[in-house]
């Protein structure tokens, strides 16, 4: 009886949460769906994550993989190279508070536009940089944002970050998910080792922190 009875409660508490779950995902779900959304391939999509989410306006930046053939690829297979997938980010913004155009020049602050081959010390297609548009309006932007880069920027070689139009992307699973915070120590010693700050700050100097809120999309497509 006693045994029943446990079967009976665990069942009641497993629906219990399971329902909590399934609710709080839809919400969480409608909630996302009142902002704008930008993707990028920067590396290592724990420092990209953190990139993006610093910035005002932007509500949520989410790791995962995209650019690949493989439906619904797990990190083994990204991080050995066994899909044509690169870690990257969906921002979700407030386009009233920062426009794609800040999202790029917070970007180009983020990683090497030069490196085709990974970033850093993160080697490989599946690190590769890369702009995927969601519109023809962020496809515009891209494309304006890297030639103002390349005319403009403190970079001697060519821009070599494609733009690509979004296909599928995946969300990463939950251990990646706002990995610097969760593990702040682990991240501390990855960013220390990989090179990546150490790049931004020898190539960007002062120029590195802005008021990214500034940029203008109108401005890019004069």
């Not at 919400?27 to 391939?41: G, I, K, N, P, Q």
């Amino acid at each position: 009886m006693k045994n029943n009875l446990y079967m009976v409660l665990s069942g009641l508490l497993l629906m219990l949460i399971s329902g909590c779950s399934s609710g709080s995902d839809a919400e969480s779900e409608r909630d996302l769906e009142a902002f704008a959304v930008a993707t990028f391939a920067g590396g290592c999509f724990w420092c990209v994550e953190e990139g993006f989410e610093k910035l005002p306006g932007v509500h949520e930046a989410i790791s995962g993989y995209t650019g690949g053939q493989t439906p619904d690829p797990t990190y083994e297979q990204v991080a050995g190279g066994r899909t044509s997938h690169t870690e990257a980010v969906q921002v979700y913004y407030d386009p009233e508070v920062i426009e794609y155009a800040g999202l790029l020049e917070a970007f180009w602050r983020m990683m090497d536009p030069n490196d085709a081959g990974g970033q850093f010390v993160d080697r490989g297609r599946q690190y590769r940089p890369e702009i995927f548009y969601h519109n023809e309006q962020q496809r515009q932007l891209a494309k304006a944002s890297i030639a103002r880069l390349a005319e403009t920027g403190p970079f001697d070689e060519a821009i070599i970050v494609p733009v690509t139009a979004l296909d599928e992307f995946y969300q990463a699973e939950d251990y990646h998910q706002n990995y610097y915070r969760e593990n702040p120590i682990r991240y501390r010693f990855y960013t220390r080792n990989s090179g990546r700050y150490q790049f931004v700050e020898e190539v960007w100097g002062d120029e590195q922190q802005q008021d990214f809120t500034r940029f203008r999309d109108a401005d890019l497509l004069e």
